[in-house]
């Protein structure tokens, strides 16, 4: 009967994901049937994690963090764990050959987290390699389902789309990253005389990300394609939207692109796809 708790293991991903992330529990749904499960499973072990590091603050989140790590790393081994999140992510990793070094610079950027209050230049570049693009990687082998040449082609566009969601999750979060984390993510950039040179600076960049993530979703398998360009639209949304916004909102607000204009994005998305105009 290890098929009902592999079944359950792989509910409590997709559960994690709908607590966590209307947007992207959103997304997923939108892919072909045989992609979404795995990239629950992806999803709900990278929250977990994060969990860890981000709101832990009562317990001794190094070592629940290590214990993690290794739990992690004995579940794909084995091929089995007694963690319903560690059972579903091995499943995939296992199933799909995901490579242990995206797994291990996952880990990286989240030990990071733990003791890093400010980032240089090189720490802000291995943070975004290691939590957001090797997530898009880990995906993008699920998308190729075994297309070596296909993964090789589509890996820049895919670390580009995850260091943009995750930039433009910083630009979001400042507020609470900034006075309750005690982080700052951005190099050089000094939140208690944030400019509007700094904002315009950070977002040229952004801009870029979003660019050459565009013309790796158009070159996308069918399967997957659909639900990454409404991620990405979501994603895009939400960027403009910061972009029109003061450095002082930033600050003092959580900038949300709320659900009857999430509604308008897919409907949008939709047309454009059944138009094949993606």
Same mark, same amino acid.
């Given at each position: ?8 293991? *792989? *509910?409590?991903?997709?559960?994690? $994901? ?34 860890? /590091? ?24 084995? %091929? ?12 995939? /990793? ?30 802000? %570049? ?28 589509? %890996? ?22 900034? *006075? *309750? ?14 400019? $509007? ?82």
């Amino acid at each position: 009967m290890i098929y009902l708790f592999n079944e359950l293991s *792989q *509910q409590c991903s997709k559960a994690t $994901t709908e607590k966590y992330s209307t947007s992207f529990n959103s997304a997923i749904k939108l892919l072909h049937r045989d992609l979404r499960v795995p990239i629950f499973n992806i999803y709900g072990f990278v929250r977990f994690a994060d969990e860890i /590091v981000d709101s832990f603050h009562d317990h001794n989140k190094p070592e629940l963090l290590s214990e993690f790590k290794k739990e992690t790393h004995i579940a794909i081994k084995r %091929k089995i764990s007694l963690n319903p999140i560690l059972n579903s992510f091995q499943l995939t /990793v296992n199933k799909y050959n995901i490579p242990h070094h995206l797994i291990d610079a996952f880990f990286k950027s989240m030990e990071m987290d733990l003791s890093n209050t400010v980032y240089n230049s090189n720490d802000y %570049k291995e943070y975004i390699y290691g939590s957001a693009e090797v997530v898009g990687l880990m995906c993008l082998y699920i998308f190729c389902d075994g297309d070596e040449q296909q993964y090789t082609t589509l %890996k820049p566009f895919a670390q580009s789309l995850g260091a943009a969601f995750q930039k433009v999750n910083f630009l979001r979060d400042v507020k609470s990253d900034y *006075q *309750q984390l005690n982080r700052a993510y951005f190099p050089g950039v000094d939140f208690k005389d944030f400019t $509007t040179a700094m904002k315009k600076q950070i977002e040229a960049d952004i801009t870029q990300d979003f660019i050459q993530a565009f013309e790796g979703i158009k070159q996308l398998p069918i399967k997957a394609k659909f639900g990454v360009y409404v991620a990405y639209k979501y994603y895009l949304s939400l960027f403009k939207k910061i972009q029109k916004a003061n450095p002082v909102r930033i600050l003092e607000h959580r900038i949300r692109i709320p659900n009857y204009g999430k509604a308008f994005i897919l409907a949008k998305a939709g047309v454009r796809n059944q138009f094949n105009l993606l």
